[in-house]
């Protein structure tokens, strides 16, 4: 069953070897777990719920206290933390659980009629607060999208699969596997993220480099809206005006809820495999990247990590005798402190493969890159969707873990780097409780283009000995660091949306008539703001 106070399946656990706790003791000082709040417990706290009775949408709703609190938050830290804490603030009225696109229809009249916000529900990974009920006057309905999970059709000869828009990444996959093809989507909330989802917040899947990101994905679809329905056909290209199709994308509920899900689909690969290279410092990594993004070599996947983040994950990884054996390797080769690590996938027919992986090690050895084959590739694939369990491990231990993303041109790369980092390794200091705190901080660019690449930043520091203390800490290096980003050329996200949390920082990348030209969108289709209210803006 699902955790309701976290991410994922209850069953699954990953455990932090004992070296990796060790790691972040002697960097951050011991962890002082805070005490969880039990199920029971927030379900007693949970109101009579607000809808008004409507004999048209009464057997699709859900009004019971435990449905409510699992449908409450997602997965950012202060969803955790008001999870954890028990705190949850607000709740929904109920959850609704359509089974297809006429059911959606009777929900909006019935949101419409009786002024009840509406709030679209995937998979519940929003890292930024997307399906958070606010505070009002209105009740909050959240729509769940969960049963619309199908794939319902495949034209084999244009290569477009048509989904439910509430079907989970790997509900897609296996759907398309059993019918010779894959998508190729592979955000690292596979696990329960949905289609529909994934359009909605404009999401980056790990092997974009071969499949393209969501954009280049979605073919067309269907959208119930308060005006009626929208229909995008799948037409390959158009110079017809203003495509229709990215006013979709990045929408995030509030033109409409998606029923229906069209996208552009790959025969299954021949060949699938993950390579690694060691490279002797930050300068020649990063260059190596953007010099193999640039040369176009067709690679899937390319991924570099910074030497902190190539330090933390060998500490974490658990294998010490494999990891001592190599460290011998690379200081032969002149790679020691300092070294970054690099991930690179090769995916297509073998052919393909040979002629990428040995264009691939050229272009690393110019750089001083170590080679070493493909055995630490297969340990991230078989990890690759698991990092999200890594939070529950963390904070077993007494340790908050967050991340910030974004994306921008090359030629500011170790500048917006280093702006980023700084900023949430000193930001605690500043605050007046908690001026002796340490933040562990590290980065790896997760999407590379011609143009640029994206940042993510992880970053780990002690729970306080409140949660709102906690939280007043997450807020800090969030919001500063944010406000960094959108002022020196960095987009608010580059793959995690908007939501609410990112929603204030919006205008700064927009601009105020990029903002108007939004708000016009949304007010076109929604007048009253009852769909998915104060996200995406404020």
């Not at 989904?163 to 790997?170: D, M, S």
């Not at 997450?474 to 002022?487: C, G, P, Y």
């Not at 987009?491 to 908007?498: E, K, M, N, P």
Request: proline content about 5%; charged content about 25%.
């Amino acid at each position: 069953m699902r955790r309701w106070n976290g991410w994922g399946d209850e069953q699954f656990n990953l455990e932090l070897p004992a070296q990796g706790q060790s790691f972040l003791a002697d960097r951050l000082g011991p962890g002082r777990p805070l005490s969880d709040a039990r199920l029971e417990s927030v379900l007693s706290r949970v109101p009579e719920t607000r809808l008004p009775a409507d004999i048209n949408v009464d057997a699709l709703i859900d009004t019971s206290p435990e449905a409510r609190v699992r449908h409450a938050r997602g997965q950012s830290l202060p969803d955790w933390l008001a999870m954890r804490s028990g705190e949850f603030g607000i709740f929904p009225d109920g959850v609704a659980s359509p089974e297809n696109s006429l059911d959606v229809q009777k929900l909006l009249q019935y949101a419409q009629s009786s002024k009840v916000d509406l709030i679209p529900y995937g998979g519940g990974t929003s890292v930024a607060g997307h399906i958070n009920p606010v505070a009002g006057d209105n009740p909050v309905l959240t729509v769940d999208m969960g049963r619309m999970n199908r794939l319902r059709d495949l034209d084999r000869e244009s290569q477009i699969a048509t989904f439910g828009a509430g079907t989970p990444g790997p509900l897609v996959e296996s759907q398309l596997r059993a019918q010779g093809y894959t998508l190729g989507h592979f955000p690292q909330s596979f696990e329960l993220s949905t289609i529909g989802g994934w359009v909605a917040s404009r999401s980056s899947g790990q092997q974009s480099l071969r499949y393209g990101r969501i954009e280049q994905l979605f073919a067309g679809g269907r959208i119930e809206t308060l005006k009626g329905t929208l229909n995008l056909p799948t037409i390959p290209a158009s110079s017809a005006g203003p495509d229709i199709r990215e006013m979709v994308l990045g929408s995030e509920g509030r033109i409409g809820l998606i029923t229906e899900v069209k996208v552009r689909v790959s025969p299954l690969p021949e060949k699938e495999s993950f390579h690694v290279v060691f490279f002797p410092d930050w300068h020649k990594a990063r260059t190596a990247c953007r010099k193999l993004v640039q040369n176009r070599t067709q690679l899937s996947m390319l991924r570099l990590s910074n030497a902190i983040e190539t330090e933390t994950q060998l500490a974490l990884a658990g294998h010490p005798h494999l990891i001592g054996a190599m460290e011998k390797l690379f200081s032969l080769r002149g790679v020691g402190e300092g070294k970054c690590m690099m991930t690179f996938g090769l995916t297509g027919t073998p052919r393909q493969c040979a002629s990428a992986r040995k264009e691939a090690r050229r272009i690393c050895a110019e750089y001083k890159g170590v080679y070493t084959g493909t055995r630490l590739g297969k340990k991230w694939a078989e990890k690759r969707f698991t990092m999200p369990y890594l939070r529950e491990a963390l904070w077993q231990l007494g340790y908050a873990v967050d991340t910030l993303e974004t994306a921008t041109d090359w030629d500011n790369v170790d500048n917006l780097l280093g702006l980023m980092e700084t900023n949430l390794r000193e930001g605690l200091k500043s605050r007046e409780q908690s001026k002796s705190e340490h933040t562990h901080v590290f980065t790896h660019l997760s999407h590379v283009y011609g143009q640029g690449c994206s940042l993510y930043t992880t970053y780990v520091f002690r729970v306080a000995d409140s949660y709102d203390e906690t939280l007043a800490r997450w807020k800090h290096l969030k919001n500063t660091t944010s406000d960094l980003i959108v002022r020196n050329r960095g987009t608010i996200s580059h793959q995690h949306g908007v939501g609410k949390d990112h929603a204030p920082f919006l205008a700064v990348e927009k601009g105020e008539l990029g903002m108007l030209a939004i708000r016009s969108l949304c007010s076109t289709f929604d007048p009253e703001g009852i769909l998915n209210p104060k996200t995406l803006i404020e």
